[in-house]
């Protein structure tokens, strides 16, 4: 969440378990689905002040990085359910996957499939151009994609 600009609104995917700003969110109610607004941030990016159902409060970048979430209008490859299909419309440049991304087929305009996940939820299964492999989720966030079905 920590990358998510002023003044736009995103929905929460996950909460990254273990993190002790996880207890405090989920008294708040904060939970997959809740939206939010990022109102503002500290000249130096830190803390940010964000709007969670009614309440406004102030996290720091390493409380904010510990909450997913989808800016609302943009998915990430890795916030798409298992059996639905999607079109990528960015594959973020030098993220260091960007060049084995693009070896395997995954480019702008391409057809992605959520076929399965671990049982941990990582990684996930997906299929592309007929090939299926695997991806970890913290890789499937630099694609982003528009739902088909």
């Known amino acids: 969440m920590d990358c998510i600009p002023c003044g736009s609104q995103a929905t929460v995917v996950s909460l990254h378990h273990g993190a002790e700003i996880t207890r405090r ?27 969670i159902r009614g309440c406004q409060i102030a996290m720091r ?16 490859l890795d916030t798409v359910p298992v059996g639905h299909t999607v079109r990528v419309t960015e594959v973020r440049p030098d993220t260091g996957i960007t060049s084995r991304l693009l070896e395997l087929g995954v480019t702008k305009g391409c057809s992605i499939r959520i076929t399965g996940s671990a049982p941990l939820g990582d990684p996930m299964m997906i299929s592309v151009r007929g090939c299926q492999f695997a991806i970890r989720r913290h890789e499937a966030e630099n694609i982003q994609v528009e739902l088909i079905s």
């Open 25 to 51: 969110l989920l008294e708040l109610g904060v939970t997959r689905g809740t939206h939010l607004t990022v109102l503002g941030k500290a000249p130096l990016g830190d803390p940010m002040f964000v709007r």
């Open 61 to 76: 970048k390493a409380e904010a990085g510990q909450i997913s979430v989808v800016k609302d209008g943009v998915w990430t």
